[in-house]
């Protein structure tokens, strides 16, 4: 076996257990973050209005320290500098991606807004975590960050359950060169993935779980006195459960990607883009949205059981693991025929079950699809491996 040296990021998380005043201290900087993320968007919005011209980061972070002397605005000096820079920035690339075609960039709001991050100036000392004007944290540590890693930047973050560092740092790492096992994996709705061996996982359901109690507790909240006491305890068990759906879906995906990136050294998915998928179901001009509800169902499945973050996941195990991740065009990969290349919407007789109209060959719809992709990101492969070589 061979190996080869990288750099990867990691991120560990860690509980914290700031006292009373901490944690005043805690919410006050991240309510003035929100308070400077949403002037900043509205200087963006009115001069544009008045001068038809975008302004940039640079510009805006010149201007933070004249804000801060400012009369009235002098609270905001609560705020570690560095902090103030990341709250720019995240303005700035929800501007880059409005550019690039995503939504508008949107106030933020109390609940949503729920984290502060600053990329130097943290210290740790085992148990102890010290940030600027907040002073010494205690915090759980469940795990030593390595001796020869570089912090790269930490995120505080509230959740239900309390405040949360999270330590995104960078280490050396040999991820060995493996032999050959190549698979192609099929994610679908009857099964969250099916592989071209004939591996299949279930899907783990996890909001139809609680689903139930969830409708209960809402319907709770529906009936009770806006903002009174009653309602924000309603209102906090609502999202203790969104928190476990979404821990419980995080440890499946972990779980999968674990397996996935064990087993094989090369791996081919679809290249899904899931918000073209949201999109697509609601139909355009020409296809008058046939097939929305189906499509429309199997989009909310989908992104209940995160397919995002599973190929995030997959993506940096592969690399930590030396495997190949592979993406392919998503086309045909359900209506093809792998024994004879015939393609025809009909091939497919039902959600599981695959017939060729041509030869006949008969075979789980899910499976017939894994060995399609797996096909195909092995072509992609050698394509691209080949115009390497030509280019060297
Ligand atoms: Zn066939």
Known sequence: MYFYDIKIYRTYKYKLRPNKVQRQSLEQILGCCRFLYNIALEERITYYESTGKGIGYYHQQYQLKDLFKTEGFEFMKCIPAQARQDVLKRLDKTYTSFFKGGGFPRWAKKHKYSSFTLPQHVKYDSNKVTIPKVEKLRMFCSRNIPKDAAIKFTTFKKQVDGWFACVTFEIDHIAPIRDN?????????????????????????????????????????????????????????????????TNSRKDFLHKVSNQLTNEYSFIAVEDLKLKNMTKSSKGDAENHGSMVKQKSGLNRVLLDLGIGYFFTFLDYKSIEKGSKLVKINPRNTSRKCNKCGHISKNNRKSQSKFECESCGYTVNADRNASDNILGDGVALSRKREAAACALA
């Open 181 to 245: 096992q190549a698979v192609g994996i099929d994610m679908g709705v009857t099964y969250f993935a099916v592989t071209s061996d004939g591996q299949y996982f279930d899907n783990p359901k996890h909001l139809a779980k609680h689903q139930r109690r969830l409708k209960i507790l809402k319907r709770k909240l529906a009936r009770q006195k806006k903002f009174g006491y009653n309602w924000r305890k309603t209102r906090y068990q609502i999202s203790k459960i969104y928190l476990k759906i």
